[in-house]
Structures are given as C-alpha cells and as structure tokens.
C-alpha cells in the first residue's frame, strides 16, 4: 500500500474511534438520566439491608 493508502486507512480507523466514543457517551448520558428519573426508593432499601 502506497504512504496515502497508508493515511486513508489510519483517519478511517480514527473516524471509526470518535464515532464509537460519541456513540458511548450519548448511552452512558441516557442511562444516567433514566437512573435518574427513576424513584430512589429501590436503591435505598437496598443500601438499608447492608
């Protein structure tokens, strides 16, 4: 592969890793969000029982 075949692939792979990362983060905010609607009152029954 010529040196520029060589920096497609390398940005392609990159690009793939931002994607990937923006994709994680837009999750873990809407799992955090959800958590955070939900009433509480589970998790402290929980935390009771320790």
């Known amino acids: ?3 520029v075949s060589w920096m497609i ?3 392609a792979v990159f690009m793939a890793c931002v994607c990937l990362f ?3 983060q837009i999750e873990r905010n809407a799992h955090q ?3 955070r ?3 509480q009152e ?3 029954a ?3 029982k320790r």
């Open 9 to 11: 692939a390398a940005f």
């Open 22 to 24: 923006a994709y994680v």
């Open 42 to 44: 589970p998790e402290r």
């Open 33 to 35: 969000a959800r958590q």
């Open 46 to 48: 929980c935390n009771a």
């Open 1 to 3: 592969m010529s040196p």
């Open 37 to 39: 609607r939900m009433p």
